[in-house]
């Protein structure tokens, strides 16, 4: 991801409180990804999902979530269609494709290894 | 399965691009719906309603520069990364502004000589004629090859059939010369003109600017005199009055009226061609079917391929012969596209030179990329960081390819400055017979081609250097010290490379000049039969009218030698009808007594020349054998001739021809024989590149075949001096006698061959260009190289090496990739040059003694250029070289 990206990212995240941690841009299309796996979900509801089940620790900014969907959407990870909510609203509902769960097993591999390395430095001597 | 991937993903990019506002306006969209739930949920948080949009809005953050970045990451480059990527690389071209001033020379002089030369080629070869429909234009020619005469002028009656039997042409028109001699204007002058159908200007498409072309009435022997005037001639002798239409001019004596005047450009058949009078053959013309001297133009009806009209021609002309024995035998039809005949010949010449600036220019590119390599090596480090801090590949290649692409761009548009300047340069010496030789200028074609060629030249010497500077081992540039990773052998290999090509180009470019200017050598000292210095020459055309027997024609030129010989600085004076090297034509079929006569059509024909008696003193033409024409062989004296040496030995072999008759056309009385009575060495009469043809001299009293028009003068002074004073003495016998095209003989020899020369001169100076270029790369080469390799120097040195064994290492490394250049450089020469044959005279396409000199000379240059690096590698001191780290 070029730095014009994260910059942008940085520009536009309004954090509550500078203790929020930042995600990687990488763990951030992650996220998605797998939430999609649950279900198809509009903008919104991925951000309140993760809000909600990482128990409001991680809160999503617009600024990084949209960008993030677009190259979800650029890669051919996810795609997109209309199609109205419960309350009847037009939104745009996102779906993963097979693309994606390959995409998603891969980084999700990477990251355990990542989580587990960490794990053994970590580990009280 | 990657790729695939990642053409569906540029697909994806692509379809964005065309969708752009759609996705816009859903984004829009998307981002209210958003806000909209964020608001509601703050609500549900027991926020008011400005309270929750509010916050809902702070919240979100600005929108519009949301909406910004998402579109960005569908696009493939963005402007911003594309003004940093250019801004970046200025910065780095002005960081080095050595490097920066030779790479953009080196490719101002690759892009500058390109795009010169193909302005040349664009409105010589690829300019449409200024005609309607050009392509549909065609010259008809009477195909005479078995006589001598590949492209012959048509008789009238061939012309006449041709016309009247054809279904393939909409219209055909025929033109004849003819020169005029305008007085009563001043100054008198003669013009050369053309009689011409009716029909052409309707032909050609053309309107006259001024009245109207000719009628149809008026081309016929009763109605025909009436002229019209080029824009030229309107212009220069009667200052562009409007009047002009429905004056009278005197032309040869008698009162033509002006019926219209063309436009500017029209120049039919070419630029000195001044008035056009309608053609009317006279009932004797219209029989004629031996004298041939038109030139035949037609317009093919439309959607008739060539082949078709080629094959109906070939059929009519199959029938004369057939019908016409005596005069058709072996006279076949050709057909040539107006285009291709005006510059057909000029073709190859053209394109070889095209050919040879694109290698130029090549070299130059391989010489930059030479010098961006070595300079990639020396970025390593910052190229690693620049890695290490989220760069992609592609991110890295892509600045690199801007560099190089604005290098490039600076090349070319400094390169243009310099086309401005060769293009100048290009005018001034190509040859004038050339056509569209004047209008040679820089149009928007040629900018665009030069834009072309900087990008196309950015890509080529930028990629490989681009490919190897992003390529980064991020451990071994980011260690402490860690050396120009280029030290490795890749870059090495595509520098070595660089250079062999270098060498394979310059050694083709050198060759083919080398053999261009052999050949023309070879040509400068073909002996033309005659001496051109102190020699003046002149046209005085006697019109028609005023010297209408042979009496008076010879008196005119009796008095005219004998008063020009009294001048000072004169040493003698001749006329005759075609001076060597300057006319084709005249020429006559003869039968030779006492020999079987040969089958109809197949008579002998010789070129004819009609002189006066000092003719071959004035000229320093040897005599070989019997005795010249003299002032005593007049029109009651035998008739005689002197014939040419290949004459002689063609139809005399091992006989003595003095004595032999010759009669010109089919013999039915005897009256017309001529005896030879001399033999004179042969002349060239049409091309320095041709071999002599059989030729006979008659004398200007003894005969009305053709009448002299070109007066020669030996003097002992620089013959322009006289000019004016021979031309006062034409006036002198008579005041309206025009008098034109004074030159020097020494010029006409020069002209005849100054195509040969341009090519030469233009080839010999890419090939210099092209050394001089490859001996920089291979100095560049070099120097790195040893640069390289001091720790290796310095430790032989200090083992014991002599300075001697070093340089021999330094330079046998050099000369190894010149070796292996030469190699396939000269095998490459041996295939392209024979595309150069047509060009040669006397020497052929693989000459060994050219390849060998070339090579050696390149050998040469190597060494030389290699020496100086090659010392500095003798001059290490092993101290130093070793604690180098």
């Known amino acids: 991801m070029n730095i014009l990206h994260r910059q942008a990212m940085e520009r536009l995240s309004m954090g509550k409180d500078a203790t929020k941690d930042s995600l990687m841009p990488g763990t951030l299309e992650m996220l998605i990804l797998k939430t999609l796996t649950r279900s198809a979900l509009h903008g919104y509801g991925i951000a309140q999902y993760i809000k909600q089940v990482s128990d409001d620790v991680l809160q999503i900014e617009e600024g990084s979530l949209y960008p993030a969907l677009q190259r979800l959407q650029v890669k051919g990870w996810v795609t997109s269609e209309w199609a109205l909510t419960e309350k009847n609203r037009r939104a745009r509902y996102y779906l993963i494709t097979p693309l994606g769960r390959d995409q998603l097993a891969a980084e999700s591999a990477s990251y355990d290894r990542l989580i587990e390395a960490i794990a053994r430095v970590m580990k009280p001597a | ?885």
């Open chain 2, 1 to 885: 399965m990657n790729f695939i991937n990642k053409l569906k993903e540029l697909l994806r990019r692509l379809e964005f691009l065309k969708r752009q506002r759609e996705f816009d306006q859903d984004l829009e969209e998307e981002m209210g719906f958003h806000l909209e739930m964020k608001i509601e949920e703050n609500l549900d948080n027991g926020m008011s309603l400005e309270e929750a949009r509010y916050a809902a809005q702070r919240q979100f953050g600005n929108s519009l520069l949301l909406r910004e970045v998402s579109r960005e990451m569908w696009k493939f480059i963005t402007i911003e990364t594309l003004i940093q990527d250019f801004r970046y690389g200025l910065r780095m071209l002005l960081k080095t502004p050595g490097f920066t001033i030779v790479a953009v020379f080196a490719l101002a002089l690759g892009i500058g000589a390109n795009s010169a030369i193909f302005s040349v080629v664009n409105t010589v070869l690829l300019h449409p004629l200024p005609y309607k429909d050009p392509d549909r234009l065609m010259m008809v020619w009477e195909d005479s090859t078995k006589h001598g005469f590949p492209r012959d002028t048509p008789s009238v009656a061939n012309y006449i059939d041709w016309r009247d039997q054809n279904q393939v042409f909409e219209n055909m028109a025929a033109m004849a010369e003819r020169s005029f001699n305008l007085t009563g204007v001043g100054e008198p002058e003669r013009l050369d003109g053309r009689r011409v159908s009716a029909s052409l200007f309707a032909l050609l498409g053309v309107e006259p600017q001024l009245g109207r072309a000719f009628l149809p009435e008026e081309d016929s022997p009763g109605g025909n005199r009436v002229v019209m005037l080029s824009y030229g001639l309107w212009q220069r002798r009667f200052g562009a009055d409007k009047n002009i239409i429905g004056r009278s001019l005197t032309l040869n004596g008698e009162s033509y009226l002006v019926t219209g005047v063309m436009p500017q450009n029209f120049q039919f058949p070419n630029n000195d061609v001044a008035l056009w009078v309608p053609i009317s053959f006279n009932k004797d013309e219209l029989t004629n079917r031996g004298s041939h001297y038109l030139q035949v133009i037609a317009r093919t009806k439309p959607n008739i391929s060539l082949q078709q009209v080629q094959a109906e021609m070939s059929t009519i002309g199959a029938r004369l012969q057939q019908q016409y024995p005596d005069s058709n035998t072996d006279i076949g039809i050709e057909v040539v596209p107006l285009h291709e005949q005006l510059v057909g010949d000029i073709k190859p010449a053209l394109l070889i030179l095209l050919g040879s600036v694109g290698f130029v220019l090549l070299i130059a590119c391989a010489n930059v990329a030479n010098l961006l390599l070595a300079r990639a090596a020396v970025r390593q480090k910052e190229v690693a960081v620049r890695a290490a801090l989220g760069a992609s590949r592609l991110r890295l290649l892509r600045q690199f390819l801007t560099e190089s692409i604005l290098l490039a761009t600076l090349g070319g548009l400094m390169g243009l400055l310099l086309s401005f300047l060769g293009v100048y340069l290009l005018k001034a010496f190509i040859p004038a017979n050339i056509s569209q030789a004047k209008a040679i200028t820089i149009d928007a074609k040629v900018l665009a081609f030069t834009l072309l060629v900087s990008l196309l030249t950015g890509l080529l010497f930028g990629l490989a250097p681009a490919t190897q500077a992003s390529k980064v081992n991020l451990n071994d540039a980011l260690k402490e010290g860690g050396r120009d990773s280029a030290s490795g052998s890749q870059g090495n290999r595509i520098r070595g490379l660089l250079v062999v090509l270098e060498v394979a180009v310059s050694i083709i470019l050198l060759i083919g000049a080398g053999l261009l200017i052999n050949s023309f050598l070879r040509l400068c000292n073909v002996d033309p039969g005659f001496r051109a210095e102190n020699l003046l020459t002149m046209q005085v055309v006697l019109p028609e009218l005023k010297y209408a027997d042979l009496v008076r024609r010879s008196a005119f030129y009796d008095e005219l030698i004998s008063r020009i010989e009294t001048l000072p600085g004169v040493k003698s004076a001749a006329v005759i009808n075609n001076l060597p090297l300057y006319r084709q034509g005249n020429s006559i079929g003869i039968i030779i007594e006492g020999r079987p006569e040969p089958p109809p059509g197949e008579q002998p024909i010789v070129t004819t020349r009609v002189i006066s008696p000092n003719y071959f003193r004035t000229m320093s033409i040897e005599l070989l054998q019997g005795r010249e024409l003299t002032k005593q062989d007049t029109a009651n004296s035998t008739m005689v001739t002197v014939i040419s040496e290949t004459m002689a030995r063609r139809y005399w072999p091992g006989e003595d021809p003095i004595g032999k008759r010759i009669s010109a056309g089919r013999s039915e009385s005897g009256d017309n024989w001529i005896t030879i009575i001399g033999v004179v060495k042969d002349v060239r009469q049409f091309e320095l590149t041709a071999d002599p043809k059989s030729q006979i001299y008659l004398s200007y009293q003894q005969t009305a075949f053709f009448y002299p028009r070109d007066l020669v003068v030996k003097t002992n002074v620089e013959p322009l001096s006289l000019a004016s004073a021979v031309r006062n003495t034409v006036w002198e016998v008579d005041k309206d006698q025009p008098v034109s095209n004074i030159r020097t003989m020494e010029t006409i020899l020069s002209e005849s061959i100054a195509r040969q020369r341009f090519s030469m001169l233009l080839l010999g100076i890419f090939a210099i260009v092209a050394l001089v270029l490859a001996a920089v790369g291979i100095y560049g080469v070099m120097s790195y190289s040893v640069a390289q390799r001091t720790r290796e120097f310095g430790i032989r040195i200090a083992l014991g090496a002599k300075r001697v064994d070093v340089l021999k290492l330094a330079v046998a490394e050099s000369l190894k990739l010149v070796l292996i250049g030469i190699v396939i450089g000269l095998s490459a020469a041996l295939i392209l040059t024979r595309v150069m044959s047509s060009l040669l005279f006397g020497i052929s396409a693989t000459d060994p003694t050219t390849f060998i000199t070339i090579s050696l000379l390149i050998i040469s240059v190597a060494i030389l250029a290699s020496f100086i690096p090659a010392l500095r590698a003798t001059k290490v001191d092993p101290m130093v070289a070793l604690r180098y780290e």
